[in-house]
């Protein structure tokens, strides 16, 4: 399976392991979007772990909201480890994708300004200079 080449996949043994630190930190490191996936409800390994991974992303989202930052960009999704077709079509890795190219876009049309700009302003300072 292939992901984009910015998607970073972080393995855990259990979804009940993602602590919300790691999701605020993906998210300060510039993340476009963080997908958190898990056994199905009732299947866990772990006894009730996906309970608590579902009740702290809730949580997430709540903080993410009073942030003014788009809820969206934290998906949740329970996900057997058999199912590698269904993880290639969760929204969350497709809304990955799209974001990340609207951002190196932007990040491209502000450097292109910025280089503009600069370009300007040193062509000013010459001017002024050669005066």
């Known amino acids: 399976m292939q992901y984009p ?3 970073r996949i972080i393995r855990t043994m259990c979804s009940g392991r993602v602590a919300i630190k790691f999701v605020e930190r993906a998210f300060r490191n510039g993340a476009a979007a963080v997908l958190v996936a898990g056994c199905h ?3 866990c390994h772990y006894i ?3 309970y608590q991974t579902k ?3 809730e949580k997430l ?3 993410l909201e009073k942030l003014g930052i788009d809820k969206n960009r934290l998906q949740l ?3 057997s480890a058999a199912e590698g077709e269904k993880f290639k079509e969760i929204k969350g ?3 990955l994708q799209t974001q990340t190219a609207r951002r190196c876009r932007g990040v491209a049309e502000e450097w292109r300004v910025a280089v503009g700009a600069a370009l300007h302003l040193e062509a000013l300072q010459i001017e002024l200079f050669n005066r």
């Open 5 to 7: 080449p910015n998607a």
């Open 41 to 43: 409800l009732n299947d």
């Open 48 to 50: 009730n772990a996906n």
């Open 55 to 57: 009740k702290r992303v």
């Open 61 to 63: 989202w709540s903080k």
């Open 77 to 79: 999704e329970w996900i």
């Open 93 to 95: 890795i497709q809304a």
